[in-house]
């Protein structure tokens, strides 16, 4: 059983385009539901209302 190297590269571009759109969301889910970006937001929200 033989596997091409052209069969190996796409298989393994195709993960790990897998891989990284699963930890992009990962991290976007838990930037909005962290304490800090809630601070952040409030804190923005204070200073345009000052301007």
């Known amino acids: 059983m033989e596997i091409s190297f052209g069969l190996i590269i796409i298989l393994s571009l195709v993960f790990y ?19 800090t970006n809630g601070l952040i937001e409030e804190l923005y929200k204070k200073v345009r209302e000052e301007e």
Not at 22 to 33: K, L, N, P, Y
């Open 17 to 35: 385009f897998i891989l990284y759109v699963v930890i992009e969301t990962a991290v976007r889910r838990g930037i909005d539901s962290s304490k």
